[in-house]
């Protein structure tokens, strides 16, 4: 039910932002494979009870989806390049879900926020967005490693030991 609440905030958001190039493109494919286009202004009548609309939670608002997906692009071991593409509708599935839960925004970091999506099972829902949580999360350890490994390259090898002769 969450994918489709989410599913549900994207259409609104697309709706709100980028209908009218949306409808202008698929407008274009109809008429260059001669498919018929319903007229939009004809008027909708919905069924069913009405529901009130969701206030989304502007707390996923700072994520830039760009620049996920380009660290996501400095592990090819991990992530495919099928994988990338994915990547980016994953992440805007992901966000808009997460702004229907309360219980994600008072997370204090990348540790608790991969804690709890292993608790209610979206490691699961959003394993690529899970995968690059826990690449970020040993990002730090990895480069600690690589410095002490420096650092005592250079003990090693200091001036002196460089030195071929006297």
């Not at 071991?77 to 997460?98: A, G, H, Q, V």
Request: hydrophobic share 45%; net charge positive; proline share 4%.
């Amino acid at each position: 039910m969450a994918l489709v609440k989410a599913c549900k905030q994207q259409l609104q958001a697309m709706r709100d932002n980028g209908w009218d190039a949306w409808l202008d493109k698929v407008s274009s494919f109809c008429v260059k494979h001669d498919i018929d286009i319903p007229d939009m202004n004809d008027i909708f009548v919905a069924r069913g009870r009405s529901r009130p609309c969701l206030s989304p939670d502007d707390s996923f608002l700072a994520f830039d989806i760009e620049k996920l997906v380009r660290l996501a692009q400095f592990y090819p071991k991990d992530f495919s390049d099928m994988e990338l593409t994915l990547l980016e509708d994953e992440l805007k599935n992901y966000i808009f879900d997460m702004r229907l839960h309360n219980e994600f925004s008072a997370l204090k970091g990348i540790n608790s926020l991969a804690q709890k999506l292993v608790e209610t099972k979206r490691d699961r829902q959003y394993p690529l967005v899970y995968l690059l949580v826990k690449l970020a999360l040993i990002l730090p350890v990895a480069t600690a490693s690589v410095e002490k490994a420096f650092s005592v390259m250079k003990i090693v090898k200091n001036p002196h030991r460089n030195r071929m002769g006297k």
